[in-house]
């Protein structure tokens, strides 16, 4: 029988490219990631019975190394890969004197943007040419090292730790430039960067508010004018999130929405080259995400989206002679998967199958996280109003927020599975991806009592011996099992904490804390992801974004909370296998089956 192969070509689009970005600071920085293949690091040589000392001088001094400020040369300037990095104004607002200064000093461009922007999607970013950093007034935390931006939901994480660390000048300053944003660019943006003007991402700007407001009136310091002004801010986040598009009104709740549908331009060709072979060789799950040049010769107005693609039938000789090769059918992907695609993006779990596979699907989904964020910023303005005395403002916070609890009951509770799951309103059914947000209603306080119980009784589903994994589906993505990530850790156990079992909460936050803590022994840094099955920083993430960033902000916020929460027995037997030998490192082959 005659062997063949398929081939796979590729062509640009005839009208657009897209060019990859990569956002890579210039300069040296302190928390390099190892060379591919290069031994792990030695973490320097530590004093006898130090316990928990040096990862926490680690995160402590961690801060001012990860902080950005556009008065610094070096928050502007990137890899080169943009032979004249710019730095963009909104449009309306005069260049202020520190960078007006640093323009010639670093060899850096200061460019305004085309037109003012009041909400999100309202320009058009492919004419933003070329792509740069959006200016910001305070200096912020950056999440690991190869970054520049300041991230939306990341922020949140970060600024546990700041103000554990009493750093809350720093976390008010990155509130303030979340405030900054909303007026000058429409919305809190995934990232500072042009990028990211047709997308927003997890909504915690209550949450950060508040985190800042009470340690500073803990310290004696309660600023109710600084709050009156952040609930006019809150306001205006919420209202994006609950209007159309972002509101599915059949349904009452919220989705994800990136008001872009052609290639994200700081995703690489090879990633979308994969994920075309893999709609193409798996048609039952193309949902309309591949459309034929044949196609799309039909149509009166044929879009064209990012590349073409072919695949060819081909002898499997190993070689590629055209020769030996039968010319097959010609597609490009569509603009309804580039939306999902970039949807995902702004939902912050990219790359995960849990909204179908590589995320196709992700702006037909009403997730449990979202609606969750929401229902938690809903009682966060109830809150402020009452403490503003704003009395009729906080029952109208109450009424919305036990109305979409109400409609969370009715779209993603399954009382079968015991577990919240997203919901596909365009095919009308729920989901059965379990998934680690089904936590988040525990944490926002809208479960009852009795679903708190179901959960509890499955996390299992979750649990590994270095804490809660993401998903019990291996994709190959990074946001699904075996991976762990400590932003889910914090979720989940806050929320555990909440409904009373606190057993189950410090157990966990014990894996999680012993996993980071022996890992920084290991190589003397704090990751952005962790293997919950190997308890390692050991990645093999085959589809997107595949680095193990070090730093990390989040993680090092996240380790502060939960150290914070745990009992002191719990704390004093961390400390203890500080100062013990390290156990063997646990190989994949030696870890616990992979659940499928």
């Known amino acids: 029988m005659l062997k063949t192969a398929v081939r796979r070509r590729e062509s640009l689009p005839m009208t657009r490219t897209y060019p990859r970005a990569v956002f890579v600071l210039a300069f040296a920085f302190v928390f390099a990631l190892p060379n591919a293949g290069a031994p792990p690091q030695q973490p320097s040589a530590t004093a006898p019975n130090a316990g928990l000392a040096p990862i926490r001088q680690y995160i402590t ?6 902080t950005r400020s556009m008065d610094r040369c070096e928050t502007v300037l990137n890899s080169g890969l943009i032979a004249s990095p710019v730095l963009y104004l909104p449009a309306d607002f005069a260049e202020p004197a520190a960078v007006k200064s640093l323009e010639a000093q670093c060899k850096f461009r200061v460019m305004h943007l085309p037109v003012p922007i009041h909400e999100a999607g309202s320009v058009d970013t492919s004419k933003i040419d070329p792509p740069g950093l959006l200016y910001l007034e305070r200096p912020y935390v950056v999440p690991g090292g190869r970054f520049n931006e300041m991230y939306g939901w990341d922020s949140y994480f970060i600024i546990r730790g700041l103000v554990l660390d009493n750093r809350v000048e720093l976390a008010r300053g990155m509130v303030e430039n979340f405030f900054f944003e909303l007026d000058h660019y429409g919305a809190i943006l995934n990232a500072n960067h042009t990028f990211s003007l047709t997308r927003s991402q997890p909504p915690f700007l209550t949450s950060m508010i508040l985190e800042v407001y009470d340690a500073e009136k803990k310290a004696g310091h309660e600023d109710r004018a600084w709050l009156e002004k952040s609930y006019g801010y809150a306001l205006k986040d919420y209202e994006m999130w609950t209007r ?21 331009a700081e995703e690489s060709d090879s990633y979308y080259r994969g994920v075309a072979a893999y709609f193409f060789l798996h048609p039952a799950e193309d949902d309309g995400y591949i459309m034929s040049t044949m196609q799309m010769g039909h149509m009166a107005r044929a879009p064209r989206f990012g590349r073409t693609y072919a695949m060819d039938v081909c002898d499997a000789t190993g070689d590629t002679d055209p020769a030996r090769c039968t010319p097959g059918e010609t597609f490009t992907l569509s603009g309804d998967y580039y939306k999902g695609d970039r949807t995902m993006r702004e939902s912050g779990f990219d790359i ?14 009403i997730p449990v996280c979202l609606n969750s964020l929401l229902y938690k910023t809903e009682t966060d303005l109830e809150h402020i109003s009452r403490e503003l005395g704003h009395a009729d403002e906080a029952s109208n916070w109450r009424a919305r927020a036990e109305n979409r609890k ?19 309103f365009d095919k009308q059914q729920r989901s059965t991806y379990a998934y680690i947000t089904t936590l988040y209603p525990l944490w926002a306080g809208l479960a009852t009592p009795e679903q708190a119980r179901a959960i509890v009784q499955n996390v299992r589903l979750f649990k590994q011996p270095g804490g809660l994994v993401m998903s019990t589906q ?26 009373g079992f606190k057993d189950d909460a410090d157990g966990e936050s014990f894996a999680f804390l012993s996993t980071v803590a022996e890992n920084f022994r290991r190589d003397g840094t704090i990751r952005e992801k962790y293997n919950g099955v190997t308890r390692s920083t050991e990645v093999h993430v085959t589809i997107g974004y595949d680095a193990n960033v070090v730093g990390f902000g989040w993680t090092n916020g996240v380790f502060l909370a939960l150290l914070n929460e745990l009992p002191a027995e719990f704390v004093e037997r961390l400390a203890k296998e500080q100062d013990a030998p390290l156990p063997p490192a646990v190989t994949p082959a030696a870890a616990p089956a992979t659940m499928k």
């Open 61 to 66: 001094s961690g801060w001012d190394k990860l």
């Open 244 to 264: 159309s598009p972002h509101l599915v009104a059949a349904t009452g709740l919220s989705r994800y929405f990136d008001f872009g549908d052609v290639p994200a």
């Open 352 to 365: 995960s199958f849990r909204f179908g596979p590589y995320g196709a699907a992700t702006q037909k989904y």
């Open 406 to 424: 109400k409609r969370m009951q009715e779209y993603l509770w399954d009382g079968k599975r015991g577990l919240f799951f997203d919901y596909n």
């Open 474 to 499: 291996e994709s190959g993505g990074q946001w699904d099992f075996p991976y762990e990530w400590a932003p889910m850790q914090l979720l989940s156990d806050e929320g555990l904490r909440r409904y």
